[in-house]
């Protein structure tokens, strides 16, 4: 064995042994006739002394020493002096003293320093990722990565799930985002495509009768990038027979819990509170609402609509609302207040109302176009104090609730309103089952074409469709979705009629759903499931700033891996295999 101890887990105990410890060089201190090398391993930092008085061969092999090169010491394990033991690391009451020396390999000068809070390029980071790797808050993150999904399957084995894979190479489906494509070369001009979820797959584990599956899925979805999105990602998948909402509601809750307490040390209040879709557009302008905050949306339509002012009249008569935010204590200058009206402008918003409120009462350039009464009536409604600023949108309703939503975000952001260290989860429900494109022209799913209506709702499919309400569900926290199911469709009838309202002719539908709706015909049990994120989840719950940080191999924001320069061209010869022939658009030609 090239190591008998991990570096980090030297102790006082230890001390009079023979230890053999491997690793790479943090530091290296040569104070005259002894050297002191911090030796690194996933651990921790033990150091090791190469004395010259004991060992001068091996004292002359540690002078040629560097950073991040590659050692197997064998030595004995001594306490520090009082004066040099050092509290900061959990080895710092002993050290090493090197009896033989290994250099197992070199290293050139890193480009990235290895140690926490590094201040660099994150593309440098990426380009030699096996490097920012080594750093303790990155190996740190990679082992919790590793626990929370351990945890995730002790928990479900306890619970009766069965583990079980689907398959990465399958069929093309419309399911929203572009599939990633792979050419078959047996099959020519025919293509498998990269699962953007198991979804079909683990229904159709449901009518095979498994009852409980989970998997740890690989998920890949050609789409462009934000900052916590990447083209291939990791989810937590799940799906159960003879369930209600409730019962995947309150399991995840559970395990949510679980997990927290057992990686964390935090101790999760359950139930999580559950509101639907309406009502957190309406106080939140959002369906994913961080509620470490308040800023809470106020309608005031009622109390503006008599008013003189054309704006909201004006978004009034046209069927649309006037709502409004009180930035409670912000104490805004006229700058702020013009800047947060561009910040509107930039989201779709015609421009913002805004009303100061100071010791005198209320102050604004509309102040004309209202009577005293009805300002009183504002303030109150509004709760305004000295010191608030109000602030109002008309426009149609989910437009003004969209941009209000934007607006609070960002007022929480600038007035450092957001709980940092609060832990705020809550379930979304009663989605709209559809929505209307009125560039295409017809309807399409806000979740998946698999989802269920709600049982009272069926009947709006004929007449109502976008009133029907979906068996949907989504999981927030901290303002970010971590996760979202639904009840499933089970009957063969209830799901063709979807698939008509979404524009599915029957042979479409054969031809793309056709194995699915066939297996319904045989006993398919009601069912549902849910996804969670695991990248995402990860990240907030180690605080980390992006989904990158938790992730070993990420692409950049465009879709590039700087480590291995994927994508890249690949030999003709590969594309004649597979009966490809590339026509690339021409490049434009600079000006």
């Not at 009622?302 to 054309?310: G, T």
């Not at 952001?413 to 940092?420: C, F, Q």
């Not at 194995?515 to 180690?542: C, K, N, S, V």
Request: proline letters at 5%; charged letters at 30%.
């Amino acid at each position: 064995m090239k190591k008998t101890h991990d570096c980090g887990s030297l102790k006082a105990a230890n001390v009079g042994e023979t230890v053999r410890l491997s690793g790479w060089i943090q530091s290296r201190r040569d104070h005259g006739g002894v050297i002191f090398v911090d030796l690194r391993d996933r651990t921790g930092i033990a150091q090791v002394v190469f004395d010259s008085e004991r060992n001068k061969e091996i004292f002359h092999l540690a002078e040629a020493l560097r950073s991040e090169y590659v050692l197997s010491v064998e030595g004995e394990v001594k306490p520090r002096s009082e004066e040099t033991v050092n509290p900061k690391i959990p080895t710092g009451e002993v050290e090493v003293f090197a009896q033989e020396l290994t250099i197992l390999n070199p290293s050139r000068t890193p480009p990235i320093y290895v140690e926490d809070d590094l201040d660099v390029d994150e593309n440098l980071r990426l380009k030699y990722r096996y490097i920012d790797l080594r750093r303790p808050e990155m190996q740190h993150k990679l082992f919790m990565r590793h626990k929370i999904i351990k945890k995730i399957r002790d928990f479900l084995d306890t619970r009766g799930f069965w583990e079980v894979e689907t398959p990465v190479l399958t069929r093309s489906t419309p399911e929203g985002a572009r599939d990633y494509l792979v050419p078959s070369r047996i099959k020519a001009g025919s293509f498998y495509a990269l699962p953007q979820s198991p979804q079909l797959f683990k229904q159709l584990l449901m009518v095979a009768g498994t009852e409980k599956y989970f998997q740890i899925a690989r998920c890949f979805r050609d789409e462009d990038l934000r900052a916590d999105r990447q083209p291939e990602f990791t989810q937590l998948d799940m799906e159960m027979s003879f369930v209600e909402t409730r019962d995947i509601l309150t399991l995840i809750e559970s395990l949510v819990q679980y997990i927290y307490q057992e990686v964390l040390g935090i101790e999760l209040e359950i139930p999580f509170p559950r509101m639907p879709y309406r009502e957190a557009m309406e106080r939140y302008g959002s369906d994913k609402p961080d509620l470490r905050f308040g800023l809470e949306i106020q309608d005031v339509s009622d109390l503006v609509s008599d008013c003189q002012f054309k704006v909201f009249t004006g978004a009034l008569a046209k069927g649309g609302v006037v709502k409004g935010i009180n930035a409670r204590g912000a104490a805004f200058s006229r700058k702020d207040v013009d800047d947060l009206t561009e910040f509107s402008i930039q989201l779709g918003a015609k421009g913002l109302a805004w009303f100061m409120v100071g010791p005198e009462g209320l102050k604004s350039p509309l102040l004309k176009f209202f009577t005293e009464e009805r300002l009183g009536q504002l303030s109150s409604q509004m709760e305004a104090e000295a010191g608030d600023v109000l602030f109002f949108v008309a426009d149609a309703r989910e437009k003004a609730e969209e941009i209000l939503g934007h607006l609070r975000n960002h007022l929480a952001r600038k007035m450092n309103l957001i709980k940092e260290n609060e832990n705020r989860l809550l379930w979304i429900i009663d989605f709209p089952l559809l929505s209307y494109d009125s560039e295409e022209k017809r309807y399409v799913a806000n979740h998946h074409p698999f989802t269920s209506p709600r049982e009272e709702d069926i009947n709006l499919l004929e007449s109502e469709p976008l009133k029907t309400r979906a068996q949907a569900y989504d999981l927030v926290l901290n303002g970010m979705e971590v996760g979202g199911g639904s009840i499933r469709i089970h009957r063969r009838e209830l799901q063709e009629k979807m698939f008509e309202l979404l524009g599915f002719s029957p042979q479409e539908a054969h031809e793309q759903f056709g194995f699915l709706l066939q297996a319904f015909e045989y006993g398919t049990p009601p069912h549902g499931g849910i996804a969670l994120g695991l990248d995402r989840l990860i990240m907030l719950m180690l605080g980390a700033r992006s989904i990158r940080e938790v992730i070993p191999f990420p692409k950049t924001a465009g879709g590039s891996c700087l480590l291995t320069d994927a994508p890249a061209p690949v030999a003709l010869k590969q594309l004649e295999e597979l009966f490809i022939r590339l026509e690339l658009p021409e490049e434009e030609e600079e000006i």
